[in-house]
């Protein structure tokens, strides 16, 4: 067990069935970040998935799981770092990802995954657990106290079909804080045309840059005159959470008019 990697192992085997019971596996290929000691795996297996890839960083675990699963052809088993591995390289369709996330990365593995939705990396299904706190962040509604960036971000490609909280007894080595599993479906069209979703964090970085201030002067930095006249609905005396998710679409897209 690596401290630097943040790992707490999933050990209840109620909340590995619970997780698997949200999605239908059959003839599907399912990709599961951070495998562990393979608890959630043996669970995903029982579902008869059509392939399952593991990604896990730990040599120390990838040496565990190739001898577990040495005899199953249908389990591919990679060494790396999910934050740097290309996943347009996973060319499957009917993809399912499921995650027990390291806290201390999650929002990035989230934030990746969403900046490689194409056509060339197509999901159906996304499973992941992240801290409590952070959870709500990812799923906080306009106008809630958890809305901001990363609830923007988010919802722009998926939407929340299922959540469940997850004690801390589940784990070895026990957290001190309290897990969020989250069921996400992929937004199958969006009336929004974002290019990147670098250039909606770009966006949303300046206009929270300031979180309790108007952003009358920090939407200037993103868009000129000409092009705010376009956003109508888009009032400048409003704070950064005052604002609709819909307009920090609007604007993304204006700013990459240029």
Known sequence: MKKSLGQNFLIDRNITKKICNLINFKNKNVLEIGPGNGALTEEILKKKP????LIE??????????????????????????????????????????GNLPYNISSQILV???KNLSSKFIIDDLVLMFQKELGEKIIGQFKSKSYGRLSI???????????????????????????????????????????QIDNLEKVTNILFSN????????????????????????KLNLRPEEIHPEIYYKITELFEEK
């Open 153 to 195: 971000i988010t919802n722009l490609k998926l939407y929340v079909l299922k959540k469940f909280l997850v004690s801390s007894n589940c784990f070895f080595p026990k957290p001190k804080v309290t897990s969020m599993v989250i069921h996400f479906k992929i937004k199958k069209t969006n009336k929004f045309n974002i290019k």
């Open 112 to 114: 990746k995954i969403l």
């Open 211 to 234: 979180k309790r201030k108007m952003i009358n002067k920090n939407i200037k930095k993103i868009l000129n005159k000409e092009k705010l006249t376009q956003i109508p609905k888009l």
């Open 57 to 98: 960083k730990d040599d120390q675990l990838i040496s565990f799981l190739k001898k577990k699963y040495s005899s199953d052809k249908s389990i591919k088993i990679i060494c790396s770092d999910i934050l740097k591995f290309d996943l347009t390289k996973i060319k499957k369709d009917k993809l399912i990802i499921l």
């Open 50 to 53: 059509k392939s399952l890839t």
